[in-house]
């Protein structure tokens, strides 16, 4: 079963609005990381947070954490069209291998002119 | 810095050929490197682990035999699907973790498109 759930799962908002995507999950964290992907393209890492800090800027980026609750939240303020494009939450935690990442299922942004 | 390259970036193959893919981190030494499958419109999902100079670890349901690993050096990991079939087609993408900089941080490839005919 998938650890990180992603609401909504699409999301479609006008150039200059905030979009505010929420990921949660089960089990416990070293960390989560935001990331994005453009469509048929690789990912881009965002920003990545600390199971010990709940709050964590970068730009037009604002993610929160909040570990009692296992969720998560990323905020793009003043959207542009440029940022249209699906946004993944992915967690870190520590297996026998080693650490490793659980993606969450993603939201498609959209951002109309 | 911190780029990661693979290559091929598409390729169209027919059924029960074999299909290596190249994963290298061009500026930086990659001690550990990640396999992720992704289906159209749905998330990544981890294959294998791959440690340079040591086996790779498989997720649960991922067949060893059918998707080898190789990471014979710092900067280089190779995918090979053998034997493919209509449905290994996917997109592949890695990750590699920089070995000298402790961070949880993963730099992804640009993937792999794989279409088997």
């Known amino acids: 079963s998938q650890q990180g759930e992603e609401d909504p799962q699409a999301l479609s908002i006008q150039e200059g609005e905030n979009a505010t995507m929420n990921c949660s999950y089960k089990?416990?964290?070293?960390?989560l990381q935001w990331y994005r992907q453009n469509s048929g393209r690789g990912l881009v890492h965002l920003i990545l947070?600390?199971?010990?800090?709940r709050e964590k800027h970068s730009g037009r980026l604002r993610v929160t954490l909040d570990t009692s609750k296992k969720s998560s939240s990323l905020l793009i303020t003043a959207s542009r069209a440029a940022d249209t494009a699906s946004y993944f939450c992915?967690?870190?935690?520590?297996?026998?291998?080693?650490?490793?990442?659980?993606f969450g299922t993603g939201t498609q942004l959209k951002v109309e002119l | 810095g911190a780029v990661v390259s693979q290559h091929p970036s598409w390729v169209i193959c027919k059924s029960g050929t074999s299909v290596k893919i190249e994963c290298r981190s061009l500026?930086?030494?990659?001690?550990?490197m990640f396999w992720y499958r992704q289906f159209p419109k749905q998330s990544l999902m981890l294959m294998a682990t791959?440690?340079?100079?040591?086996?790779?670890?498989?997720e649960q349901g991922v067949e060893k035999d059918k998707f080898l690993i190789n990471h014979a050096s710092l900067t280089l990991s190779t995918l090979t699907v053998t034997s493919a079939h209509p449905e290994d087609s996917s997109f592949y993408i890695c990750?590699?973790?920089?070995?000298?900089?402790?961070?949880?941080?993963?730099?992804f490839g640009p993937g792999t498109r794989l279409t088997v005919l």
């Open positions: 791959s440690n340079e100079g040591s086996k790779a670890t498989y």
């Open positions: 500026d930086f030494q990659a001690t550990t």
């Open positions: 089990t416990s964290i070293n960390n």
């Open positions: 990750s590699a973790r920089d070995g000298s900089v402790s961070t949880d941080t993963q730099y």
């Open positions: 947070i600390r199971s010990n800090e």
């Open positions: 992915a967690t870190a935690t520590t297996t026998g291998g080693g650490n490793k990442l659980t």
